[in-house]
């Protein structure tokens, strides 16, 4: 059983940033791809950024390119998530998890259980 615990999430106003952690426990950690998803209010969980075990591969969702950084420090068993250019649309609960295996994915069932999220909220 996999624990994720995300954090650095609040309230920052349109243009600022924000860096998100995700501390996993539980697996072997650096053998396995990583991603973040969030949820907006009334939307569904959308895939956000996907990195692989090696760190080789990286992935964005294009509406986050150029302005979200995915990295990931294996001797911390954690991965985090800079956010540049924050904009309101970017409000959400955001989620890491841990894939199945090792290369990048951008769908749900390629990941595990998910945690409880850190909530992000951008203001105009």
């Known amino acids: 059983q996999v624990q994720l615990v995300e954090s650095g999430g609040g309230l920052v106003q349109a243009g600022g940033s924000l860096r998100l952690s995700c501390a996993a426990s539980?697996?072997?950690?650096?053998?396995?791809?990583m991603g973040w998803f969030r949820r907006a209010p009334g939307k569904e969980r959308e895939f956000v950024a996907t990195?692989?075990?090696?760190?080789?591969?990286?992935y964005y969702a294009d509406s986050v390119k150029g302005r979200f950084t995915i990295s990931r420090d294996n001797a911390k068993n954690t991965v985090y998530l800079q956010m540049n250019s924050l904009k309101p649309e970017d409000t959400a609960v955001y989620y890491c998890?841990?894939?199945?295996?090792?290369?990048?994915?951008?769908?749900?069932?390629?990941?595990?259980?998910w945690g409880q999220g850190t909530q992000v909220t951008v203001s105009s």
């Open positions: 998890n841990v894939a199945k295996g090792r290369t990048i994915s951008t769908i749900t069932p390629d990941f595990g259980s």
């Open positions: 539980g697996r072997t950690f650096n053998s396995y791809a």
């Open positions: 990195m692989s075990a090696s760190g080789g591969s990286i």
